[in-house]
């Protein structure tokens, strides 16, 4: 059966009625791209947000943390800068956190306490809230409902490309649309969230409901990939409401799994566009892991693997030291049966057993060389203990990364 899910070409946080969003360059990147973007909605939103497990929780984080825990229904906009995290900044980083909000709400002609903050750069650095609160007057006379794809460039710093997308379904009430942007490229290994991305929708929502699916759709998007197993002190994914369309899709089973099928639809495009421009990556790798004995397990036992170095670098040799995986399989901290383990590897479908019982299956060594030279690469791993599954991602790991990350302040 066809999805009823239709993805939206160059579609971004701006596709859902009721949003608008621009972008300006406020003197934060040296090269004048812009640096600031501000997103706007026409009327309130029902909002959730999942953030950072980093106990090093940066000043945006705990702004809006705060803020949605006192108004999550009544959210406007969302303004965002790239190349200050402005985290490890202390009391005055969080009083220019509130600064950045208030100047985003006065731009924009919003009440006090409607809009939230995102940013995301270098950590230690306060941030230049008259820079920024210049930028965000010069984005709030653009606004535009074109405008997501230019929000979704602004909040770039290592990423090589924007990460935009949106999907509609339809209704009986008539089109849902929900929309969404990201960044992020390095110090990606999220736990609750991954770095900064904003969803959006034209469907009525409720906080209350709105906040276990983001949790739900997070734990099977950006909580299930990996760049380099570290995780970041900003990490943010907002998801916003506006109910231009007066849909309410929680008022009927069918049409809210639906619903979340979209968010996650939208989460998960943005989560693989991420890991696929992982600092200097040159691979995907996805890694199934089944046979578990609870999804948790499953997924713990593929993020291991996906932030093993040794793993990352041997894929990108394209060397297919199978020990590595089932080793960090061992690692993960869950209990295995070495007996029961198996893993298979293919690229376009073309599987090939490289353990099983925990020993070696003698593959072919030329057919798994040439399986791991591809530049998307299918792990399975069956555990043999349940019925449980889960899905993570992951890239490899080459001298880029070391070259990109080892001069990052300077």
């Known amino acids: 059966m066809a999805s009823p899910i239709a993805d939206i070409p160059h579609g971004s946080v701006t596709s859902p009625r009721g949003f608008t969003a621009a972008a300006a360059h406020a003197g934060l990147k040296p090269d004048g791209a812009p640096d600031v973007a501000l997103l706007v909605s026409a009327t309130s939103c029902a909002t959730a947000g999942v953030f950072t497990q980093n106990a090093v929780r940066a000043a945006p984080v705990i702004y809006d943390a705060e803020l949605l825990a006192e108004r999550p229904g009544r959210m406007r906009a969302v303004a965002m800068n790239a190349r200050v995290a402005n985290a490890c900044t202390g009391a005055p980083g969080l009083a220019a956190a509130r600064a950045m909000a208030q100047a985003a709400e006065q731009a924009a002609g919003l009440p006090a306490r409607t809009a939230l903050v995102l940013s995301t750069g270098v950590i230690g650095v306060p941030l230049p809230v008259d820079q920024i609160s210049e930028g965000l007057r010069a984005a709030a006379v653009r606004l535009a409902g074109d405008g997501g794809a230019e929000a979704a460039r602004a909040i770039m710093t290592t990423d090589t490309r924007p990460k935009h997308c949106a999907v509609r379904f339809e209704t009986p009430a008539g089109m849902v649309t929900v929309g969404g942007i990201a960044k992020g490229a390095g110090m990606i290994h999220p736990n609750m969230a991954t770095l900064l991305a904003v969803l959006t929708t034209d469907a009525v929502g409720e906080p209350a409901s709105l906040q ?4 739900r759709v997070a734990d099977r998007s950006f909580n299930a ?10 990490d943010t994914t907002l998801l916003l409401a506006g109910g231009a369309t007066g849909v309410d899709p929680s008022r009927d089973g069918a049409l809210a799994k639906t619903f979340e099928d979209a968010v996650l639809q939208v989460a998960r495009t943005l989560a693989l566009a991420i890991v696929s421009d992982g600092e200097g990556a040159s691979k995907l790798v996805e890694i199934h892991v089944v046979g578990g004995v609870s999804e948790a397990a499953a997924r713990e036992i593929g993020r291991a693997i996906a932030r093993s170095a040794l793993v990352k670098t041997a894929i990108y040799g394209a060397d297919p030291n199978w020990g590595r995986i089932l080793a960090a399989a061992g690692a993960a901290g869950v209990p295995l049966a070495v007996e029961r383990l198996s893993l298979e590897v293919a690229a376009n479908g073309d599987w090939l057993t490289l353990a099983t019982g925990g020993a070696t ?5 030329a057919r798994a060389h040439a399986i ?4 998307t690469i299918r792990l399975r791993v069956d555990l043999g203990l349940g019925r449980a599954e889960a899905v993570v991602w992951t890239c490899d790991l080459t001298p880029d990364y070391v070259r990109i990350n080892a001069d990052y302040t300077s």
């Not at 299956?361 to 060594?365: V, W, Y």
Request: no cysteine; net charge negative.
């Open 372 to 375: 791991f030279q591809q530049k």
């Open 361 to 365: 299956a003698h593959p072919d060594t």
């Open 212 to 215: 276990p699916l983001l949790r």
């Open 225 to 234: 990939i990996s760049v380099d197993g570290d995780t970041s002190t900003n």
